[in-house]
């Protein structure tokens, strides 16, 4: 299933009451770098990938890309899925994402 949050195209795989993975690209990728783990981890866990801001089929916006930027929308993507405790998985530049927003707000995140 596909949905946009903010400009930013959403892909989910999976149940949405299994345990939600969020899988944060690297650059200059899009979300399809992670076709494998989706495809693997489909069958027991809700898993959600997008494609960052500027990148894929998401929108550029104003083209002012920052960190926190970026990580206000991994925020917002949680939000707006209503997402419970996700397991967060940064590549590259989605682990500069992911450790920040860890830094930001540990207790959203499971692992």
């Known amino acids: 299933m596909r ?8 892909n989910l795989f999976g149940k949405k009451e299994n345990q ?5 690209h690297g ?11 989706y495809e693997y981890l489909s ?3 809700y898993c959600v990938v997008y494609d960052i ?3 894929g089929k998401s929108v550029v916006g104003d ?5 926190e ?15 419970m405790k996700p397991v967060v998985c940064g590549l590259s530049m989605g682990g500069y994402i992911t450790l920040r927003a860890l830094q930001k707000n540990q207790q959203v995140f499971s692992a």
């Open 69 to 83: 930027m970026f990580v206000e929308d991994l925020f917002a993507v949680i939000e707006k899925l209503a997402l």
């Open 27 to 37: 650059f200059p990728y899009d979300s399809t770098m992670w076709k494998n783990q």
């Open 3 to 10: 949905t946009e949050v903010n400009g930013l195209v959403v």
């Open 53 to 55: 801001r500027g990148l």
């Open 43 to 45: 069958d027991n866990y």
């Open 20 to 24: 939600p993975v969020i899988f944060v």
């Open 63 to 67: 083209g002012q890309f920052t960190m």
